[in-house]
């Protein structure tokens, strides 16, 4: 699909960003020129696809194109049990609501923001296993989505394995700028979960271009296709959520996947309250047919290297430039370091939140603010989280725009690099109690 992008005068972006509140999510998607908000749902839809869009079989029960992603989903991921959800935050009420009673704990390779929300919602605790290099952009570490097990064995030794929920483990992570973890790190979490009883829960979003860093990173990987990599990762794990509109490359969809019948039985029981019935659950019979060819696709070596590819070469020409991003690139985006590009502001002045302003002002290119905004407030204190890591994902749709949009990118936020001490900080005057991020508004200071 061919889509025209309109380019608009500074006047114009101007009054975009102000009536907007500065927040990007409230931006109308003709105000930008590109659109680099999120690489969720935003994916160009193959011709394969499309042609599957044409074979729906909309039956209320049964539908022919739920039994076609059952059978892509067991193949490619191995999972046993399906239950279709209309996107991934509905995997995450389901399996959360299920698992988790109220004062349980769920560690985790770092928060993600819908997932933790609904974990809350539920009466459970997030707690950070994550390795520390995660949360220091400049860290080179190769994987830097792996577990710091001790982390994880001093919380089961204060709280005791009955207390844990799962471990929630993501591949790649996307909040520390979209890096994975090894299967080295995943193989000894495993052992070690085993041997308390505790299940991993994985949050598969992205495992494929997971898969893929694993190939090229990871010794002893390099002869193993992305498919096979893949397949390694979700054997290693107990169920899996997932938002479809990512790896998938659907506009919308989700699901869950489990291999234990009790669970699956609860699951599917739950479904039909919020989602659906359980051969649809939200998705019409013609998305679950493009998902089920999507996720064949985004399994292919030669996709993910053009993928992954495209964001490593906008990546590259920021480090060239001198620009602070999270290092090394990641996967899906290529993210800011605001703290370092705005060292002039605070973190309560949302540096993120107004170099994202600060870019779209300048071109037209619309990002999304990864920091303080994004990490909310402790449901418990009421005050700010304040995250190591205060980010601007600048994230690439799959297949959508070509090498010299990102040339344009390069140019623009090198520009405002060189603009930054002109850009002031943000003062927040709207805050939604859930997600914040989504709604607020701002204005400048
Ligand atoms: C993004 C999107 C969604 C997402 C994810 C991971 C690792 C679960 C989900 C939820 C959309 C988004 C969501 C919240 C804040 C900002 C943007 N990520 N796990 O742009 O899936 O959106 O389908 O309900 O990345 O990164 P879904």
């Not at 790190?185 to 299940?199: D, M, P, V």
């Not at 599917?268 to 999507?294: C, P, S, W």
């Not at 009421?382 to 070509?402: A, F, N």
Request: charged share 25%; aromatic share 8%; glycine share 8%.
């Amino acid at each position: 699909m061919v889509e025209p992008v309109f380019m608009s005068t500074l006047k114009e972006r101007k009054e975009a960003i102000e009536r907007a509140g500065y927040n990007t999510f409230l931006l109308r998607s003709e105000e930008v020129y590109i659109d680099l908000l999120t690489d969720s749902g935003t994916s160009a839809m193959s011709d394969r696809q499309w042609a599957g869009m044409m074979l729906g079989d909309e039956a209320y029960a049964g539908s022919r194109n739920f039994f076609n992603l059952e059978n892509a989903i067991q193949k490619y991921y191995g999972y046993k049990y399906v239950v279709p959800t209309h996107q991934g935050r509905g995997a995450e009420h389901i399996i959360s609501k299920i698992m988790i009673k109220q004062g349980d704990f769920i560690p985790g390779n770092m928060y993600f923001t819908t997932t933790k929300l609904h974990q809350e919602l539920a009466g459970g605790k997030f707690v950070d296993i994550i390795i520390d290099e995660a949360h220091d952009p400049e860290s080179m570490h190769p994987f830097k989505g792996d577990v710091d097990l001790n982390k994880l064995e001093n919380l089961i030794n204060e709280v005791g394995q009955d207390q844990i929920a799962y471990v929630a483990m993501a591949t790649t992570v996307n909040m520390a700028g979209g890096q994975p973890i090894s299967m080295a790190s995943l193989k000894a979490l495993r052992k070690l979960t085993n041997q308390y009883g505790i299940k991993i829960i994985h949050d598969m979003t992205r495992v494929a271009e997971n898969a893929f860093m694993i190939q090229q990173k990871e010794e002893g990987y390099q002869h193993k296709s992305v498919e096979e990599i893949t397949r390694m990762i979700c054997d290693l794990t107990d169920g899996a959520t997932m938002s479809a509109k990512k790896d998938a490359m659907v506009n919308i969809g989700g699901f869950l996947a489990m291999n234990d019948k009790e669970l699956f039985d609860e699951a599917r029981n739950m479904v039909v309250i919020y989602e659906g019935l359980h051969t649809y659950g939200g998705m019409a019979g013609r998305d679950m047919e493009a998902l089920a060819i999507g996720i064949a696709e985004s399994v292919k070596d030669e996709h993910m290297k053009a993928r992954i590819g495209q964001v490593h070469y906008l990546g590259n020409k920021l480090l060239e430039a001198g620009v602070p991003i999270v290092k090394p690139v990641g996967t899906h985006g290529v993210f800011l370091d605001a703290r370092a590009f705005l060292s002039h502001l605070s973190q309560d002045k949302f540096p993120a939140q107004a170099l994202a302003a600060a870019l779209y002002l300048d071109s037209g290119v619309r990002a999304m603010e990864r920091g303080i905004v994004s990490a909310g407030r402790d449901p418990i204190t009421g005050e700010h989280h304040y995250p190591k890591l205060e980010l601007v994902r600048l994230t690439i749709p799959r297949r959508v725009y070509t090498q010299a949009h990102m040339d344009v990118v390069a140019e623009s936020v090198i520009s405002v690099f060189e603009n930054r001490n002109s850009i002031r900080g943000l003062k927040m005057v709207y805050e939604p109690k859930y997600l914040r991020f989504f709604q607020a508004r701002f204005e400048s200071l």
